[in-house]
């Protein structure tokens, strides 16, 4: 069984440049000032690349996916 990986935005070094919604908008909103928004923090096995491409992408690497610690 794979652990769960989740999803964490740092909001200190995040400046909404919006790059993740646009990578993974199954999980990711963008408030109306660029920010995101995340809809489930747990991200399904499927959609694991993406979220790894989309933390990679991150500008200023604000965006972080964490495997469980539970």
Do not use: F, N, Q, S
């Amino acid at each position: 069984m794979t652990p769960t990986k989740t999803l964490r935005v740092d909001r200190i070094a995040c400046t909404g440049k919006g790059l993740c919604g646009e990578l993974l908008p199954e999980l990711i909103d963008l408030d109306e000032w660029g920010y995101p928004v995340i809809k489930d923090r747990v991200v399904p096995d499927h959609l694991r690349t993406h979220a790894r491409r989309a933390a990679a992408a991150c500008p200023l690497l604000a965006l972080h996916l964490d495997a469980d610690r539970t």
